[in-house]
């Protein structure tokens, strides 16, 4: 990892998400040396990243800690075409259907 702080090293590991894999904001937290509370302020981070113009960040991978997904009708379509695209099944609760198979970096 190149990022010297802890904000630098989320928004790294968060850009670096492979297709057809999914992680959870605790995921990204603990992988970017966090405390565990430090997972609660990781889309803050990334939010501010991508307004400052770091915009490949992939939203539809990072996940809810129950493997459910954030589906705002701003976003819905395109986040439900790029799981199929992705080979990510989602169950009629948003979950994420074989989610421990398809967690992790």
């Known amino acids: 990892m190149k990022g010297t702080t802890y904000g630098e090293r989320v928004v790294e590991i968060a850009r670096a998400i492979p297709a057809g894999r999914v992680v959870t904001y605790g995921d990204i937290c603990k992988a970017a040396g966090g405390a565990p509370m430090a997972a609660q302020g990781v889309s803050g981070i990334l939010g501010r990243a991508y307004e400052k113009g770091i915009t490949d ?26 799981y199929k695209k992705e080979g990510i099944a989602l169950d009629s609760k948003n979950r994420i259907v074989n989610f421990e198979d398809i967690r992790g970096f």
């Open 57 to 82: 960040i992939p939203w539809h991978r990072i996940v809810y800690a129950n493997g459910k997904v954030w589906l705002s009708e701003a976003y819905a379509a395109e986040r439900l075409r790029l």
